[in-house]
């Protein structure tokens, strides 16, 4: 059995590791600050450039197949 005093040992230990591995990322730019999300800009949804051989019309909104 696990008691809960054990279950916290582990957690420690892990947010110990977490939180050395994030500073080697920090130290050495692989990672980066989070920035507070009321600064930041949502991401953009839906697909940045279409599929080969479709082109939508953007005033109707529509998807056109093109004949390839």
């Known amino acids: ?23 080697g990322y920090y130290t050495k ?8 999300a009321a600064t930041s800009t949502p991401a953009t949804l839906g697909r940045r450039r279409s599929r080969h051989g479709v ?3 953007a005033a109707a909104g529509k998807t056109k197949k093109l004949d390839c």
């Open 55 to 57: 082109t939508r019309q």
């Open 29 to 36: 730019g692989y990672a980066v600050e989070e920035v507070a």
């Open 1 to 23: 059995n696990v008691t809960k005093r054990d279950l916290n040992k582990m957690e420690t230990r892990f947010m110990k590791q977490r939180e050395r591995i994030l500073n």
